[in-house]
């Protein structure tokens, strides 16, 4: 059974920081592409960060320079390190696996979704 757990989220203010966490199980994580996606209210989901299973990693324009994806192959733990925050940075954040048969930063590439952790930036 696959699971993808997220975790991390909270609340900061603007110009601090926050590591989300993501914990996977039930698939061959090694091979998998793995993302981070985020949805603010009343927007689509969007495409954050994401690593392909060679360990490429990619970047949404807003976050570039300030976001950083990594993987803990041996905890089978994706990770997001996110510094100078925004308030436009606020949205929900989801972790999702794939088996990188598409565009990493595009959600139709994911298969497997976790439930979300909110991030909240105040100015």
């Known amino acids: 059974q696959v699971q993808v757990v997220e975790s991390g989220g909270g609340s900061v203010q603007a110009g601090g920081s926050l590591r989300l966490s993501c914990a996977a199980s039930?698939?061959?994580?090694?091979?998998?592409?793995m993302g981070w996606f985020r949805q603010a209210p009343g927007k689509g989901r969007e495409g954050v960060a994401g690593?392909?299973?060679?360990?490429?990693?990619y970047y949404a324009d807003s976050v570039k320079g300030r976001f950083t994806i990594s993987k803990d192959n041996a905890k089978n733990t994706l990770y997001l390190q996110m510094n100078s925050l925004k308030p436009e940075d606020t949205a929900m954040y989801y972790c999702?696996?794939?088996?990188?048969?598409?565009?990493?930063?595009?959600?139709?590439?994911?298969?497997?979704w976790g439930q979300g952790t909110q991030v909240t930036v105040s100015s």
């Open positions: 999702a696996a794939g088996a990188c048969v598409g565009l990493i930063l595009r959600p139709y590439t994911y298969k497997y």
């Open positions: 690593i392909d299973s060679r360990g490429r990693t």
């Open positions: 039930g698939f061959t994580y090694n091979s998998y592409c």
